[in-house]
Nanobody, 119 residues
Framework: VQLVESGGGLVRARGSLKLSCAAS????????MGWYRQAPGKQRELVAQ???????NYADSVKGRFTISRDNGKNTVDLQMISLNPEHTAVYYC??????????????WGQGTQVTVSS
């Protein structure tokens, strides 16, 4: 299974970007999907998560600015980001949990996509 992100890049402050992530391979079902980010010198942190049923969870710092969505039929997850500022500069990673059996799941990561917000 592979997760491939797209949509990162350079944007000016107060601009918007949409990140997309597509999962491919032998996939029967995907449980939670999400986006994490890692800024220089900082630990990787959760940005947003979405369950297979569409329930969402956001980091407090992005509530109202970022929106996560997914298409279960296409195995994709998107992150719409608005009102960006330089503090949002980071490598953004896609994340997905695929069930291994009834009681466990395996966690997959994308390679990351750089988001740079200029002031």
């Amino acid at each position: 299974v592979q997760l491939v992100e797209s949509g990162g890049g350079l944007v000016r402050a107060r601009g918007s970007l949409k990140l997309s992530c597509a999962a491919s391979g032998s996939i029967f079902r995907i449980n939670d999907m999400g986006w994490y980010r890692q800024a220089p010198g900082k630990q990787r942190e959760l940005v947003a998560q979405i369950t297979s049923g569409g329930s969402t969870n956001y980091a407090d710092s992005v509530k109202g600015r970022f929106t996560i969505s997914r298409d279960n039929g296409k195995n994709t997850v998107d992150l719409q980001m608005i009102s960006l500022n330089p503090e949002h500069t980071a490598v953004y990673y896609c994340n997905a949990f695929l069930p291994v059996n009834r009681n466990s799941a395996f966690e997959y990561w994308g390679q990351g996509t750089q988001v740079t917000v200029s002031s």
